[in-house]
């Protein structure tokens, strides 16, 4: 789920990526045009209802593509991302448009 939140302070847009509780984790980090692909760089916070969730504050008016990745080796997609594009893995990557 993404939850975007327009600053008036600054020109970002505030991100708040959420994973449901129905995906199965011990980790999850968050993995996208945002932090160069890095599979370690954002680590998504666990809530005790089992739900994963991080904001990041992003550049406003781009498209950005972005998975999570669970456990270290599944991948998902966000189904409420606001666009969809193959990637070169033979599936698609979650784009959020901000």
């Known amino acids: 789920m993404l939850k975007k939140e327009y600053l008036k302070s600054r020109p970002v847009c505030k991100v708040t990526f959420t994973l449901p509780e ?3 984790a011990e980790t999850v980090h ?3 045009d945002f932090n160069a692909w890095s599979e370690t ?3 998504m ?3 005790k209802d089992g739900r994963f969730s ?3 504050d992003l550049e406003k008016e781009r498209a950005y593509q972005f998975r999570y990745l ?3 080796e599944e991948w998902h997609n966000d189904w409420n991302a606001d666009q969809y594009h193959t990637n070169p893995f033979g599936g698609d990557n979650s784009v959020v448009v901000t």
């Open 45 to 47: 916070r666990k809530f």
């Open 30 to 32: 968050l993995v996208g």
């Open 70 to 72: 669970v456990n270290g």
């Open 22 to 24: 129905a995906i199965q």
């Open 54 to 56: 991080v904001a990041l």
């Open 41 to 43: 760089a954002t680590p």
